[in-house]
C-alpha cells in the first residue's frame, strides 16, 4: 500500500528518506506480532489509519532493557477514553490533538490527569497543525511531556522522544514504588508486637527514608523505657540502626553510643523536641505508654521542609508501633503473672472437685438410703393395708348372709355396709399412693439398672390392656387393641409393664363413661411405637408446660371420682429414656382426646 505524506494529518517519512512523494509499507513486513511478556505498554491515538501504521513500521524491532512495544490504537478521543480506563498499564501515549474536534487530545489530556490519576504514564503530544495548538501555551496549560509536529517527527526522533520518555516513566515508576512501599511499612507499624519485628521494620523504613528522599542517609533509634519498665541503668536502648551505625543493634552494651553521637542524643532526650541541623537530625517522640524516643537521621544534604516534615510524620508513625511493643511486653509480663494465679487457682478448683465428688458419693449412699427405706416402710404399709381391704371384702360379704333378720337390724346392716365401703375405697386410695411412692423412689435413683431381656411389646400391651379391662368395663368404656406382629425390644419388662400400666389406667381415669380408648404397638419411621389414644378432655395448651413433670396435675379432672398423685407421666418418660426413648402427647385440643405414646429408637432397641 502507499501512503500520502504530504498530508496534513499524515506521518513525515520516519526512515529519513529523500521521497517526499510516497512512503512505500509492505504490510507482511510489519504485521503486528503478539506483546511479549513484559513489553512496554504504549497507545498512538490518532484519527489517521496511515499515522497507525506508520508508527508501527516505525517502531518495529524497537527495545529496550530487554523488553519490546506492546502498541495500542484509538482513532478517536472517546474510543481512547475506553482504552485507557480498561489498559492501566500504559507507559507511553502518541496522542494527536486534532480529532473529533479541534482540542480532542488536550480534553483527553485532563481526562488521563484528573480523572484516571494517572500521572506516571509519559504524554507525547503530535500534532500536524501547530497553529491549533501553540506549543508554548500547550506546555504551560497541560501537563504533557513532549510536544512534536508531525513534519519534524522522523523515525530516529520518534526512537529518541520514546526512549527518552520510557526512562522517566521507568524511573517515576521506581518512585511511586517505593512511596508506596513506605506508606505500607508505616501502616504496618501499629501491628507490631516484638522487639525482633520492630527492628526490622524500623531498619526498612531508614533505607526507604535514604529512597525517598534521595539522600545518603544513615539512622538510630534509641528508647528510653518509662521508669516503671526499665530494668537498665537509665532505661536506654538501641532499637534499629542503619548504614554506619548499623552495629549498634544487639551490641553489648548498646549504651553509651560513641561520643560523636551521644551528646546529640542525650540533648534530644532533655529538650524534648526536634532538632534539624546540616547534617545530623534528631526527632523527639513521646509515647502514650510514656516511654520516649530518639531518632537520628545522619544526611549528606541539609533537609527541606518537606523532607522534615515526611519524617516527623515517620517518627510519629512509628511511636504507636514502639506503644505497641512496649505494652506488649507489659502483656507478656502480666500473663506470666496470670498464669501462675491460673496454676494455683486450677489446683484449688481441683482440690474443691474433690471435695464435691466426696460429697456426691456421700449423697449418693445417703440417696440410696433413703429409696431403700421409702420402698421398706412402702412395703411394710402395704402388708397391712391389704389386711384391711381383705378383711373389709369380707365383712361385706358377712353383712348380707343373713336377710331374714328383723328391720332393725337390717338398717344396722346397711350403716355398716356404707362405713365398710369407706374404709375399702380409703385402703385401695392408700395402695395407690403407696405404689405411685415407691415409683417415685425408682425416679430419684441414680444407679437405677435395668434387667435385660427381649420383651415383646405387643404382648406386653395385651396383658397390661387385660389387668386395667374390668376398669374400663365399670365405667362403660371400649378398651381396644391395635397390634402388629410381635415387636422385641431388650429390656426391663417389669418397668416397661409399668409404663404401660400407667398410660392405659390414666386414659381410663381422665376418659368420659361411655368412651373409646385405643392401645396400639407399631413399627413407624424406624421407630416402635407405643400409644394409648383416649377420647377424653384433651389437652389445654396450659398442659403443655406441664406433661411429664413430676407432681403434676393436668387441666382434666378423674371423670370416677379417682384420685392422683400426678407422678403417672414423669414415671412413663423416665422408663421410656432409661431403654434410650422418649415420651410424647399429642392433641387437637380441650374436648377432643389425646394420645400419650413412647417411641424407642429401632436402631437402639437392642443396646439398651
Not at 8 to 30: Q, R, S
Not at 104 to 109: D, I, M, Q, S
Request: glycine share 8%.
Amino acid at each position: 500500500m502507499r501512503v500520502a505524506s504530504k498530508s496534513a494529518k499524515g506521518l513525515h517519512a520516519m526512515n529519513d528518506a529523500t521521497d517526499d512523494d510516497w512512503l512505500e509499507l509492505i504490510p507482511d513486513e510489519v504485521a503486528e506480532t503478539p506483546a511479549r511478556a513484559g513489553a512496554w505498554t504504549i497507545a498512538v491515538i490518532d484519527d489517521d489509519p496511515a499515522v497507525h501504521e506508520g508508527t508501527r513500521y516505525a517502531l518495529a524491532g524497537y527495545s529496550l532493557d530487554g523488553r519490546g512495544l506492546d502498541i495500542l490504537s484509538a482513532h478517536s478521543a472517546q474510543e481512547a477514553r475506553a482504552l485507557l480506563a480498561e489498559r492501566r498499564d500504559v507507559a507511553i501515549v502518541l496522542l494527536d490533538v486534532v480529532m473529533e474536534t479541534d482540542d480532542a487530545g488536550l480534553r483527553l489530556v485532563d481526562y488521563i490527569r484528573r480523572e484516571l490519576r494517572e500521572e506516571t504514564v509519559r504524554i507525547i503530544l503530535r500534532t500536524g497543525q501547530p497553529g491549533q495548538a501553540p506549543e508554548r501555551r500547550v506546555i504551560v496549560d497541560y501537563d504533557i511531556n513532549d510536544y512534536k509536529a508531525k513534519t519534524e517527527l522522523t523515525a530516529d526522533k520518534l526512537f529518541t522522544s520514546l526512549t527518552a520518555a520510557l526512562r522517566a516513566y521507568q524511573q517515576l515508576r521506581r518512585l511511586d514504588e517505593t512511596r508506596r512501599g513506605l506508606e505500607i511499612i508505616i501502616d504496618a507499624a501499629p501491628m507490631l508486637l516484638d522487639h525482633k519485628s520492630m527492628q526490622r521494620l524500623a531498619e526498612g523504613v531508614l533505607t526507604q527514608v535514604a529512597s525517598l528522599l534521595n539522600v545518603d542517609c544513615a539512622g538510630i533509634l534509641v528508647l528510653r523505657e518509662d521508669e516503671r519498665d526499665h530494668k537498665r541503668e537509665g532505661g536506654f536502648s538501641v532499637l534499629a540502626g542503619s548504614g554506619l551505625y548499623g552495629g549498634y543493634v544487639g551490641r553489648d552494651p548498646g549504651w553509651p553510643l560513641d561520643p560523636g553521637i551521644q551528646p546529640l542524643v542525650e540533648q534530644a532526650f532533655a529538650a524534648r523536641r526536634h532538632s534539624f541541623g546540616d547534617g545530623l537530625s534528631t526527632l523527639y517522640v513521646q509515647t502514650a505508654s510514656g516511654s520516649e524516643i530518639v531518632a537520628l537521621i545522619d544526611t549528606d544534604r541539609p533537609l527541606s521542609d518537606t523532607d522534615r516534615a515526611l519524617i516527623t510524620l515517620l517518627a510519629g508513625r512509628l511511636s504507636v508501633a514502639f506503644d505497641n511493643v512496649i505494652l506488649y511486653e507489659r502483656l507478656q509480663r502480666a500473663n506470666v503473672t496470670l498464669e501462675q494465679r491460673v496454676v494455683e487457682r486450677t489446683a484449688e478448683l481441683i482440690r474443691a472437685n474433690r471435695r464435691l465428688d466426696m460429697q456426691r458419693s456421700d449423697l449418693r449412699r445417703a440417696n440410696s438410703l433413703k429409696t431403700e427405706i421409702l420402698g421398706t416402710i412402702a412395703h411394710d404399709l402395704k402388708n397391712p393395708l391389704s389386711v384391711i381391704l381383705g378383711r373389709s371384702e369380707m365383712l361385706t360379704d358377712l353383712i348380707g348372709l343373713d336377710p331374714g333378720e328383723p328391720s332393725g337390724s337390717e338398717q344396722a346392716r346397711a350403716a355398716m355396709r356404707t362405713q365398710v365401703d369407706h374404709i375399702r375405697t380409703s385402703a385401695t386410695r392408700l395402695i395407690d399412693m403407696i405404689d405411685s411412692l415407691m415409683a417415685d423412689a425408682m425416679n430419684d435413683a441414680l444407679d437405677i439398672t435395668l434387667r435385660r431381656e427381649p420383651v415383646d411389646l405387643a404382648g406386653l400391651a395385651r396383658e397390661v390392656c387385660e389387668a386395667n379391662r374390668p376398669l374400663a368395663d365399670s365405667k362403660g368404656q371400649s378398651l381396644t387393641l391395635d397390634l402388629a406382629a410381635p415387636l422385641h425390644l431388650c429390656g426391663d419388662a417389669e418397668r416397661l409393664r409399668e409404663a404401660f400400666d400407667n398410660l392405659v389406667s390414666n386414659a381410663i381415669k381422665y376418659s368420659y363413661p361411655g368412651g373409646a380408648i385405643t392401645v396400639s404397638v407399631r413399627e413407624e419411621g424406624g421407630d416402635y411405637v407405643c400409644a394409648v389414644a383416649d377420647q377424653g378432655p384433651g389437652l389445654s395448651p396450659e398442659d403443655a408446660g406441664r406433661l411429664f413433670g413430676r407432681y403434676q396435675r393436668l387441666s382434666a379432672k378423674p371423670t370416677g371420682g379417682e384420685g392422683s398423685t400426678g407422678l403417672g407421666l414423669s414415671i412413663v418418660k423416665r422408663i421410656a429414656e432409661l431403654h434410650g426413648g422418649r415420651a410424647e402427647a399429642f392433641s387437637d385440643g380441650p374436648g377432643r382426646g389425646a394420645v400419650f405414646s413412647m417411641r424407642f429408637p429401632k436402631e437402639t432397641v437392642g443396646l439398651v
